[in-house]
């Protein structure tokens, strides 16, 4: 049995309320791992991520951050943290050349 809208006339489904359904879709509710995962998906398609262990230390760090202040929007956190990066990566290959 699947999850159901509110109201669709299952009244066990709707005695238990979300419940049922907030198990299964945790990462959608949180913040943190979706809005990650938007900014990798995003990097990685545009060939800008770079070292996989470094991104994603990167980006966890940068949303945890954000998330700490008080900001909650996924794709606002997810938008920061490409930012970031690429404000990082474009720092971090400036250093490398002077190196």
Same mark, same amino acid.
């Given at each position: 049995?699947? $999850? *159901?809208?509110?109201?669709?006339?299952?009244?066990?489904? =709707?005695?238990?309320?979300?419940?049922? $359904?907030?198990? *299964?879709? %945790?990462?959608?509710?949180?913040?943190?791992?979706?809005?990650?995962?938007? #900014?990798?998906?995003?990097? +990685? =398609?545009?060939? +800008?991520?770079? &070292? #996989?262990?470094?991104? #994603? *230390?990167?980006?966890? &760090?940068? %949303? +945890? %951050?954000?998330? *700490?202040?008080?900001?909650?929007?996924?794709?606002?956190?997810?938008?920061? =943290?490409? &930012?970031?990066?690429?404000?990082?990566?474009?720092?971090?290959?400036?250093? +490398?050349? %002077?190196?």
């Amino acid at each position: 049995m699947g $999850c *159901r809208a509110p109201g669709d006339g299952h009244a066990r489904d =709707a005695a238990r309320g979300t419940e049922a $359904c907030s198990r *299964r879709f %945790v990462s959608m509710n949180q913040p943190l791992p979706y809005s990650i995962q938007i #900014a990798w998906d995003y990097l +990685e =398609a545009t060939g +800008e991520l770079g &070292d #996989a262990q470094t991104a #994603a *230390r990167f980006l966890m &760090d940068s %949303v +945890e %951050v954000m998330i *700490r202040t008080g900001e909650r929007r996924q794709l606002l956190l997810s938008n920061r =943290a490409i &930012d970031a990066y690429r404000k990082f990566r474009a720092e971090r290959s400036s250093l +490398e050349l %002077v190196s």
